[in-house]
C-alpha cells in the first residue's frame, strides 16, 4: 500500500467554520504539506514545515472567513517516485488542492508535473533548482523561497569579488546540484573566476575524504559545496579534520540553513558566507514566529524554508478567498501572480509570469564565538541584495510561458 511504501506522515488541522463557500472544492481546502520528514533535510523543512502552514491558516484567519482549511503532511523519502506517487494519492483520493515545500529538487521537478496535469497547485519553498521557473516551468506552479541562480548570484559572486576566483566544485550528484553547480559556475566565469575541476558525490553521502582530498589537490582558492543539509554538514566537519581552511582554500557553502549552522556549531561554521531569503532574528515579527515555533520545537530556529512555507499558504488563501474557489488550480495561481504579496516575514513582493516569487536576498557571514551574543545570534549582514537584482531575469530563463 501506499502509505506502508511511502511512510505517510498525516498531521491534520481542521477549522470549523460555518457553512463552507459552496464554491469550494469539497466544502475543505486541503493543503499537503509534502517534504523530508526523516532524513538529512527533515531539519531544514520536516514537520516544522507542517507547523508553518498550519501557523499560516491560524493567522490568515481562515475560521473567521468562513474557510475550513486542513493541514496534511507526509514523507517523500527523497525519491521521486515515492513523491510522485503521493502527489497522485493527495490528488485523486484526498482531494488536495495544494502541495506546498517538496526539498530536493528532482521530487520537486516530477511532483510539478503532476499538479500541471490534475490542474492542481505546487507552491516550492525547499527545492532550488531554477529549472522550476526556467525551461520546466508550468502554469501551475510558484517557485518561492530562493533558487540556485539566486545562491550563485549572492554567494558566488560575493567570494570571487573578494579575491576567491578558483573553485573546485563537490557536488550532490542530482538535479539539484547539477544546477546549483552550474549557476555558480557561469557566476564565477562571469566575473573572471576560474574553474578548475568538479567531483561528485553520490546523495546522500556520508564519506567525503576523497572528494575532498582531490578539492585540496586542486589548489583552487574556493571549495564550491553544491549539496546541502547533512551533505553540507559532514563535509565542512571532515574538510575541519583535513585541515582544509587551515590549508589557505575556502568553503563556500552554496546552500546553507541556519540548522546547519547550529548543527556545525559557531566553532566550526565561523567566517563561512552564505546566502538566505529570511534569518528569524531580522525583524520582530520574524523573532515572533521563532518563538511560536519553537513552543513546538525547543532550541530549533526555523529556515528560511519553513518561513517560506507560511508566506506561501497566506498568498495562496488570499487568492482562494478572493476567487472563491480553489478549484481551478491554473486560475488560483493566475490570481496569486496578479495580487502583490505581503506577510509579515517576507513582507512584500510579487509573483512573475514565470512563477518566481520576487524578493530581496542576504548574504551573511557567520558570526565568529565570541561575536555572538545569544542563542542563535548567529549571523552578521554583509549585503541585502535588492529584489530586482536577487532572481535570474526572466528573459534569461526561457520559461514557455513567458512571452
Not at 513523491?83 to 488536495?96: F, H, L, M, N, T
Not at 503532476?114 to 505546487?122: A, G, M
Request: aromatic share 8%.
Amino acid at each position: 500500500m501506499l502509505q506502508k511504501r511511502s511512510a505517510l506522515l498525516v498531521v491534520s488541522l481542521a477549522f470549523a467554520a460555518g457553512a463552507a463557500n459552496a464554491q469550494i472544492s469539497d466544502g475543505i481546502v486541503k493543503i499537503g504539506v509534502l517534504n523530508d520528514m526523516s532524513g538529512l533535510y527533515s531539519d531544514i523543512s520536516g514537520q516544522g514545515s507542517v507547523f508553518a502552514a498550519r501557523q499560516a491558516v491560524a493567522d490568515f484567519g481562515a475560521a473567521a472567513k468562513g474557510l475550513k482549511v486542513e493541514v496534511i503532511g507526509a514523507d517523500h523519502q527523497n525519491k521521486p517516485d515515492v513523491g510522485s506517487s503521493i502527489a497522485r494519492q493527495w490528488y485523486d483520493v484526498d482531494k488536495v488542492d495544494v502541495i506546498l515545500d517538496v526539498p530536493t529538487s528532482s521530487v520537486a521537478l516530477a511532483v510539478s508535473e503532476v499538479t500541471r496535469d490534475k490542474n492542481k497547485v505546487f507552491l516550492v519553498s525547499g527545492a532550488a533548482a531554477s529549472d522550476l521557473t526556467g525551461e520546466k516551468c508550468t502554469p501551475n506552479t510558484i517557485h518561492w523561497t530562493y533558487d540556485t541562480w539566486a545562491l550563485a548570484n549572492g554567494t558566488g559572486k560575493a567570494m570571487v569579488k573578494t579575491g576567491g576566483n578558483t573553485w573546485f566544485f563537490l557536488t550532490a550528484d542530482y538535479a539539484f546540484g547539477h544546477a546549483l553547480e552550474r549557476d555558480t559556475a557561469a557566476v564565477v566565469e562571469a566575473n573572471g573566476g576560474k574553474v578548475l575541476g568538479r567531483v561528485r558525490h553520490p546523495f546522500p553521502g556520508t564519506d567525503f575524504s576523497s572528494f575532498l582530498l582531490q578539492a585540496q589537490a586542486s589548489k583552487a582558492k574556493v571549495i564550491g559545496l553544491a549539496n546541502a543539509g547533512g551533505d553540507t554538514i559532514n563535509s565542512i566537519k571532515q574538510a575541519a579534520e583535513f585541515g582544509i581552511v587551515k590549508g589557505g582554500q575556502q568553503l563556500a557553502g552554496l546552500l546553507m540553513f541556519i540548522s546547519d549552522v547550529h548543527a556545525l556549531g559557531l566553532q566550526t561554521a565561523q567566517g563561512l558566507v552564505l546566502t538566505e531569503a529570511w534569518y528569524w532574528d531580522m525583524t520582530a515579527a520574524n523573532r515572533d514566529f521563532t518563538k511560536k515555533f519553537q513552543a513546538q520545537f525547543p532550541g530549533k530556529f526555523p529556515t528560511m524554508v519553513q518561513a517560506g512555507v507560511y508566506s506561501a499558504v497566506i498568498h495562496y488563501l488570499k487568492a482562494v478567498t478572493a476567487l472563491k474557489s480553489d478549484a481551478d488550480g491554473k486560475a488560483v495561481v493566475a490570481k496569486m501572480k496578479a495580487t502583490p504579496t505581503d506577510d509579515k516575514l517576507f513582507g512584500k513582493g510579487t509573483v512573475r509570469a514565470d512563477g518566481r516569487k520576487i524578493h530581496p536576498m542576504y548574504l551573511f557571514e557567520v558570526k565568529k564565538p565570541q561575536e555572538s551574543k545569544y542563542a542563535g545570534d548567529y549571523y552578521k549582514l554583509r549585503a541585502t541584495i535588492p529584489a530586482a537584482e536577487a532572481f535570474r531575469p526572466i528573459a534569461d530563463g526561457h520559461c514557455p510561458l513567458v512571452k
